[in-house]
């Protein structure tokens, strides 16, 4: 049984900067792939950040040079640090690992606005 469990969302204006946690329980290994991805109202949830067991990491053009996925193995802890924040980053984000499509965390809500 996985569990997952995100946190550090909140309110932030324009340009600002937000970190996302996620961390894992259960059968999660320092070699598994993780990602982050969002939802924003009536839209599909998207990939954010892939992070592999090697820390390569790999990004959408959308979140490129703003975004940073990072792990902390030790901690089974996945980040996203999020700097630039624009109204569009608005969205329910989530973290998963990606060898099993159907296990999501509750997700931490990230608004971007004034």
């Known amino acids: 049984q996985v569990r997952l469990v995100e946190s550090g969302g909140g309110l932030v204006q324009p340009g600002g900067s937000l970190r996302l946690s996620c961390a894992a329980s259960g059968s999660i290994f320092s070699d598994d792939a993780m990602g982050w991805y969002r939802q924003a109202p009536g839209k599909e949830r998207e990939w954010v950040a892939t992070i592999d067991g090697n820390g390569i990491t790999v990004y959408p053009d959308s979140v490129k040079g703003r975004f940073t996925i990072s792990r902390h193995n030790a901690k089974n802890t996945v980040y996203l640090q999020m700097n630039s924040l624009k109204p569009e980053d608005t969205a329910v984000y989530y973290c998963?690992?990606?060898?099993?499509?159907?296990?999501w965390g509750q997700g931490t809500q990230v608004t971007v606005g004034s």
């Open positions: 998963k690992p990606l060898r099993l499509p159907s296990v």
